[in-house]
């Protein structure tokens, strides 16, 4: 009889397993939709296309000068943002960015300006050190997104796909005009934008 039920209990343990469909969803019990439950939403975020103030780190010195930017458009539609990556990966501009989709899940691309003022201080060079660090975040500013009873971890990254100056050709007074590309759930629209520059949170932005 106990070897029986330690039997049972294997049988048990290997079909809560077979539970998991993937490294970036848990499913949960008693959640009614995207954002419910789980920690206070954040109340500062702002919305799409506000013009933000904070600050960049300098290349010349490593202090925090002032600089603003602005999120000006949301792209889900999967072919366009499948057709950009391709063009972003042709151009070996940057890290190779691997696209792809899982069931679930969708990617999204965030166009944004950042725009330098003219006292930024630069070097002979420049500034090239132009992208804003960008994460993604549930509505109560942790890595979790909760949609649809189920919540999704493993989001949190986000990859630049702005054409990133190279040295002499970007100057205080310039606006570099840039892109991330990030997951979220299917279909989900409650979460944030988070800017998180050198370990700190500075703002939030609604997502779309």
């Excluded at 189920?150 to 702005?162: C, H, M, N, P, R």
């Excluded at 970007?170 to 299917?186: K, L, Q």
């Amino acid at each position: 009889m106990k070897g029986q039920e330690k039997r049972r209990k294997r049988r048990r343990v290997r079909a809560k397993g077979r539970l998991v469909l993937a490294i970036f969803m848990v499913l949960t019990i008693g959640l009614s939709g995207c954002g419910k439950g789980g920690g206070q939403e954040v109340e500062s975020a702002e919305p799409l296309g506000t013009r933000i103030a904070t600050e960049q780190k300098s290349e010349r010195d490593g202090a925090l000068y002032p600089m603003t930017y602005q999120i000006t458009a949301i792209d889900r539609d999967q072919d366009s943002v499948a057709k950009r990556v391709e063009e972003y990966n042709q151009s070996a501009k940057g890290t190779k960015i691997e696209f792809s989709p899982k069931e679930g899940i969708e990617y999204v691309i965030a166009e944004y300006k950042a725009e330098y003022p003219k006292d930024f201080p630069d070097d002979e060079f420049g500034i090239t050190a132009v992208a804003i660090t960008f994460s993604i975040a549930g509505l109560d500013g942790s890595e979790t997104i909760k949609f649809d009873q189920a919540e999704y971890t493993g989001l949190s990254k986000t990859w630049e796909l702005g054409d990133a100056p190279m040295g002499y050709d970007f100057y205080g007074g310039d606006t570099y005009e840039g892109a991330i590309i990030y997951m979220v759930p299917t279909g989900c629209k409650d979460y944030l934008i988070k800017e998180t520059p050198d370990g700190k949170v500075f703002h939030y932005i609604k997502g779309e």
